[in-house]
C-alpha cells in the first residue's frame, strides 16, 4: 500500500487513524456482529456513534446549549434552497458574494425573497474578501449571510461582521473544524462533510433555537429544520455511515489536542506554504495576503504549460489533485486538517526542485 | 468476529463478501494511493465508479436506453416530494394507499396538487394490497403511484395495474433488484439504497426520458430531475461511498447469477418461511397470502409476552432485529438479497424449538 498527499478541494484527504478504525470494524461494529452500514438507524448501537458525534462536536466547537445539531443530507447545495425556505420570514435577506458558492446560495435565495448583495469582491475574480460596510446592511433582514471560507479562490474571512440583531448565517463548508471559532455569534452554521469532517453525503447544521420555526406548509417536509430538529436528525433514515465517519473524525480531533491544537498546525502548514510562495521566482499566490485562507492556498506559474507540467510531475511523486479550479487555473493546495505537516513539506520541497529546474 | 444473521428491516445486511472487499480498499482504492472516500467526485477514479454502478444496474435490470438512472440524496422522503414537484404538470395524480409510506407520499403530494387515493387497505390494517378496478382510475392523471412492497406490512404488489398513458410511478425501496421486473412499465422507480443495495444515504430513480421536463423555477434546484439528469448525477458532490458500496453489490448480484437467480432464492427464503408459519401452531402470518411480501415477513404469536421473549431468545441466538413494527406487533423477518437461504433455515428451526417449548 502506498498512501498520497491527496490535495484534493473536496472530498479530501482522511487521517489515516480514521480510516484504519473504520477499516477493521467494517465487519463487526463493537462486537453487534455486523457493519454499521447494515444496522437499523433506530438501534442502540447507532444511536450510541450519532449521540457520541453529537457530543464530541458540541464538545470540539464549544456549541451553546441553545443551539441544535443537525445530521441532514444533499450538501451544502439544499442548504442553500433550505436557509430561505426556513427563515425567510419577512422576505428579505443580505448576502455577501465572495465566490461560486455565494452565487448559488444568492440565486436560491432570489427564488423565496429579496436579496440584497451588500458587498462583493466579483469584479477581482474574488481574489479577496470585500470590505463590509454597516451602513449598507438592510434593517429588519432576515439574516445576513457570508461564505466563511472559499475553497476555489482561497480567501477566508479573518473577521466577522457585526450584523447586530439580525442573524448571521455562515456555509463554513471547507472550514469547519480548521479554527477556534464562536458559535454564538452565528444565527446557522451549516458544512458539507466531505473536506474537514467525513466523507460526501451528509451536512452538519448548527441552528439557534430560536430559528427554528414553522414554515409555510407548502415546503417539503424533507426541507424543514422544524421536522428534523423534533426527530434528532432521525424523521428519515440518515446517512448512517457518513455520520459514523465523521464521529471518528471527530474523536481524532479530540485525542489530538481539538480545535486550537489543530488551528496551531493549520497555521504552521499554511505559513510553511505561504511563506515560500511569497519568496519563490517562479510560483505566487493568488490571493490577497490579508483574506489568504487556511485550507485553500491557489498559486500559479503565470504559464499555462508550466502550470501543466508541475502537476503531472507532482503527482507523479505522489502530491496528487494539485490542479487549480477552472476559474482560477494554476495550482491548488488543499490543506485540510487531514493534511499532515509531512504533506506541506513535502510540496514545498518539490516547488523548491521545481523551481530550480524550470525558472 | 461472530457475525449475525440480522433481520433489520432497513438499514440491513450486506453481503460478507462486499463488506471485505470494502474493508480490503478501505485505504487504497485499486492502487489510487486513497479511499474511495477521499476521491475528488470529479477524478478519473470516482468516474469509473460511478459509471459502472450505474451499467451494472442497468444490465442487471435491463433498463431501456430511454431512461436515466440518477444517484441522489435524501432518500425516499425526498422522492414523496420530488416526483410531485417534477411530475404533476396538470395537478393530478392517482395514488393507492397500501401503508405508511403511501400515505407519507400521499401527504406530500397534496400540498401541489390534487390527489385521488383510488384504493386503500388501511381498513384491514394494510394486511394487503386492495383490489384495483381501472374504471375508477382518473382519466388525464400525470401518474399513477404505487408502492411495490411494504416494508411495514410484508405485502407486495404481485401484478402491475394497467394504466394506460398514464406513467406509473413505483416506490421500490424494499423490493427492487429482489425479483425481475419490466422496467418499461414504469414511468420512474425510486428505492433508497439501504435495504437491498447499500447503505443509507443514496437513493437511485429511474426515470423514462419523457418525464425529464423543466419544472416550475421556484422548485429548489436540487429536487429537480432535469438538473441531476443534465449533470449525471454530479451537479453536487455525490454521495461517493455509498455509491461506491452499491456498485459493489451490483457486482456481486451479476456474479451470483443476476435477478432472475436471485428471485429463485428469494423465493426459496420465502417459502422456508411461510410453509412454517402455514404449520405452525404458535406461529402465525398476518398477511393475505396472495399478496405475500418476499422480503419483510411479519408474523405473530397472539401473546405479547411470549412476542417478546421469542424475539429475545431468538437475539442470544444470533437472529437479530425481528421485533415487528409497532403498527403490526409481533415480530417480523426482513430476508433481504444478502440474507443467506443459511440465515433463514436457522430462524426456522429456532421458531420450532422455541414452539415445542412455548406451545
Known sequence: MNRVYNFSAGPSMLPEEVLKIARDEMLDWHGSGMSVMEMSHRSKWFEEIIKKAEADLRELMNIPSNYKVLFL?????MQFSMVPLNLMKKGKAD???????????ISEARKYGKVNVIASSE??????IPELDPKTFSRNADYFYITTNNTIYGTRFTKLPDTGNVPLVADMSSNILSEVIDVSKFGLIFAGAQKNMGPAGVVIVIIRDDLITDTNPEVPTMLQYKIHAENGSMYNTPPCFSIYMCGLVFEWLKKHGGISRIQKINEEK???LYDFLDNSELFKGTVEKKDRS???????????ELDAK?????AEKGLVNLKGHRSVGGMRASIYNAMPVEGVKALVAFMKEFEAENK
Not at 123 to 128: G, H, I, L, P, R
Not at 294 to 304: A, I, R, W
Open 73 to 77: 443530507q444533499g450538501g451544502a447545495h
Open 95 to 105: 448576502y455577501v458574494n465572495t465566490g461560486v458558492w455565494s452565487k448559488k446560495a
Open 123 to 128: 469584479e477581482s475574480n474574488f481574489t479577496c
Open 270 to 272: 499554511a505559513a510553511i
Open 294 to 304: 487556511l485550507m485553500n492556498v491557489p498559486f500559479v506559474t503565470g504559464d499555462k
Open 310 to 314: 508541475f502537476v503531472k510531475e507532482a
